[in-house]
């Protein structure tokens, strides 16, 4: 489970290894002060595998309320095929305050109802059918978007500077695939280079490359919204269409006066 511990030490108290061992093994004050300026979500790991009947969220950390949690062993959660759309949910329980620690747990679990309540994040979601099997590998960048059978990391709240952000695991798959064509437009090579350096990209980033590249302007795209703009982009590339708002590299503009 996702945790965050800390021990109490006052007076009259046993000092015991276990409180010691709590602050060699968690640098807390550095891990909370790093990503004091990032919103709520995913901060690292947590990708899921699948297994027969297992999923397997992998260790890492979320933030949630503004506090660190961290996932040190994989996780393995029994599934099954509903044909219903199911949420893998993390659910954050108020502070439990014992003699040594005060904890801060979680509980992981499944979820058919789609809205996140008070104190869940998504890691993620799925809609199996009846003797299928549900894979977690994404054959293109539409792949992530299959309804059916498919991890789906689309609504994932990634945390990022301020506000979240779009799963790195979505963006990396966008610039390796848009790479494979001869790029012109200067936008295109300058984004899929960030995602690819960089892995996490900040929404601002995402939605300023969007307006500019389409040239409909900066607007307040959801993750869904966001993944289907940047589908629109990548099939004109693959179609060889260029947007009439794109620069060219090395290329001389020409300018016609009446």
């Known amino acids: 489970m996702f945790s965050n511990i800390y021990p ?9 290894s276990t ?3 709590n602050l060699r093994d968690y640098p807390r004050d550095f891990t909370e002060l790093y990503y004091q300026d990032y919103s709520d979500g995913i901060v690292v790991g947590t990708t899921i595998s ?3 009947s297992f999923l397997v969220i992998s260790k890492g950390m979320v933030k949630f309320n503004g506090r660190i949690y961290a996932l040190e062993t994989d996780f ?10 199911t949420i893998i949910k993390v659910k954050f329980h108020d502070e439990q305050i014992h003699p040594d620690f ?24 799925f809609k199996l059918k009846e003797g299928a099997r549900l894979r977690c590998q994404f054959e293109d960048f539409y792949d992530f978007a299959t309804e059916f059978n498919t991890i789906n990391y689309i609504h994932c709240q990634y945390a990022g500077i301020q506000t979240s952000t779009i799963h ?4 990396r798959s966008y610039a390796k695939e848009i790479l494979k064509h001869q ?7 300058s984004f899929a280079m960030q995602c690819l350096n960089n892995g996490q990209m900040e929404r601002e980033v995402i939605l300023f490359y969007i307006g500019n590249r389409l040239g409909v302007g900066y607007k307040e795209w959801t993750n869904e919204q966001i993944h289907h703009q940047l589908g629109r982009i990548l099939q004109e590339v693959k179609g060889g269409n260029r947007s009439p708002r794109g620069l060219a ?10």
Do not use: H, W
């Open 8 to 16: 109490t030490f006052e007076k009259g108290r046993v000092l015991k």
């Open 19 to 21: 409180m010691l061992e």
């Open 50 to 52: 699948v297994q027969e």
């Open 76 to 85: 393995e959660l029994p599934y099954s095929a509903t044909g219903k759309e």
């Open 102 to 125: 005060i904890a801060f747990q979680s509980t992981i679990f499944l979820d058919d109802n789609r809205s996140l309540q008070n104190g869940e994040l998504e890691l993620g979601r």
């Open 168 to 171: 790195p695991l979505i963006l």
């Open 183 to 189: 790029l012109t437009n200067c936008y295109d090579i």
């Open 249 to 258: 590299f090395g290329k001389p503009q020409r300018m016609i006066v009446d």
